[in-house]
């Protein structure tokens, strides 16, 4: 009998949302917990070769694998066009672009050139 992948994926991705949620629950509670929810959340995304949702994606850090939440345990600072997360268990920098704003200058300086 053949595998229907569609429907393994879907229910993969319904199992990460679910654990996910779990560790945003269950986070003031047990960081362990919190920690090992993502894990096993990271754990199913790469067996399934699927990418986290983008509400997720930035909530753990991708060293320690820690779930991440700002002023408790990630710190979050705007520079040069960059939001800068670190994450305050193991130090890890995650640095992520401001795409909008970038090309919003970008076209004011196009503006003011002509």
Request: hydrophobic share 40%; charged share 35%; aromatic share 8%.
């Amino acid at each position: 009998m053949r595998r229907n992948r569609s429907l393994e994926r879907r229910i993969a991705r319904e199992r990460m949302e679910i654990l996910m949620q779990l560790a945003e629950e269950v986070f003031h509670r047990d960081r362990k917990l919190a920690r090992r929810y993502v894990q096993l959340a990271r754990r199913i995304a790469m067996k399934y070769n699927l990418r986290f949702p983008a509400g997720w994606k930035r909530r753990f850090c991708r060293r320690c694998g820690s779930f991440l939440v700002p002023g408790v345990n990630l710190r979050v600072r705007c520079r040069k066009l960059r939001v800068i997360y670190t994450c305050l268990e193991c130090g890890h920098v995650r640095r992520v672009p401001y795409a909008r704003e970038k090309l919003q200058m970008r076209l004011q300086t196009l503006h003011t050139d002509a």
